[in-house]
């Protein structure tokens, strides 16, 4: 019984920290695509400032 239970937690913390890895990879993730777009939208600010 005490083996299983255990087992169980060791279980539990394994998912815990996949689930956080998890998370931190999608939220470097999204600030990745975040800066790579507002690097894009200026760049489209200063070709139209050129532009003008």
Same mark, same amino acid.
């Given at each position: 019984?005490? %083996? &299983? #239970? @255990?087992?169980?937690? =060791?279980?539990? !913390?394994?998912?815990? !920290?996949? &689930?956080? !890895? @998890? *998370? /931190?990879?999608?939220?470097? *993730?999204?600030?990745? #695509?975040?800066?790579? /777009?507002?690097?894009?939208? %200026? %760049?489209?600010? =200063?070709?139209?400032?050129?532009? #003008?």
């Amino acid at each position: 019984m005490t %083996n &299983e #239970l @255990q087992d169980a937690s =060791n279980v539990t !913390k394994m998912t815990v !920290k996949e &689930e956080r !890895k @998890q *998370i /931190f990879e999608f939220i470097s *993730i999204r600030g990745v #695509l975040r800066s790579c /777009f507002t690097i894009r939208s %200026n %760049n489209k600010r =200063n070709t139209s400032h050129q532009s #003008l």
